[in-house]
């Protein structure tokens, strides 16, 4: 077999799938990439959701039930994203709030 022969059989074959798994990899990585984004955006607007929550019922100093659901719902969706860190103490603090307003 000569030179032409074996770069007939092993190297065109080779630049073409080597050239087809590079674009494959930049395609993946660009994927993951916005992947990431959006999952820390959806983390984002979770979490000032439920600081919006947590600090309007605060102030009240009650928190109905409907909202502790709620809350709790978003809590969870976020929970499953990662790093909660400083959400699991509000997340506590709200669901020892009362579910009504005192003296009524």
């Given at each position: 077999m000569?030179?032409?022969?074996?770069?007939?059989?092993?190297?065109?074959?080779?630049?073409?799938?080597?050239?087809?798994?590079?674009?494959?990899?930049?395609?993946?990585?660009?994927?993951?990439?916005?992947?990431?984004?959006?999952?820390?955006?959806?983390?984002?607007?979770?979490?000032?959701?439920?600081?919006?929550?947590y600090?309007?019922?605060?102030?009240?100093?009650?928190?109905?039930?409907?909202?502790?659901?709620?809350?709790?719902?978003?809590?969870?969706?976020?929970?499953?994203?990662?790093?909660?860190?400083?959400?699991?103490?509000?997340?506590?603090?709200?669901?020892?709030?009362?579910?009504?307003?005192?003296?009524?």
């Amino acid at each position: 077999m000569n030179f032409w022969e074996w770069l007939s059989y092993f190297g065109i074959p080779t630049l073409i799938f080597g050239s087809m798994f590079a674009f494959v990899v930049a395609k993946m990585k660009k994927y993951k990439s916005e992947q990431d984004a959006i999952r820390n955006g959806i983390q984002a607007l979770l979490r000032a959701e439920m600081i919006k929550s947590y600090n309007k019922y605060n102030e009240l100093g009650y928190a109905p039930i409907y909202a502790k659901e709620n809350f709790e719902n978003i809590y969870k969706n976020y929970h499953s994203l990662g790093l909660n860190g400083v959400m699991d103490g509000m997340r506590k603090q709200f669901m020892e709030l009362p579910t009504e307003q005192k003296g009524e």
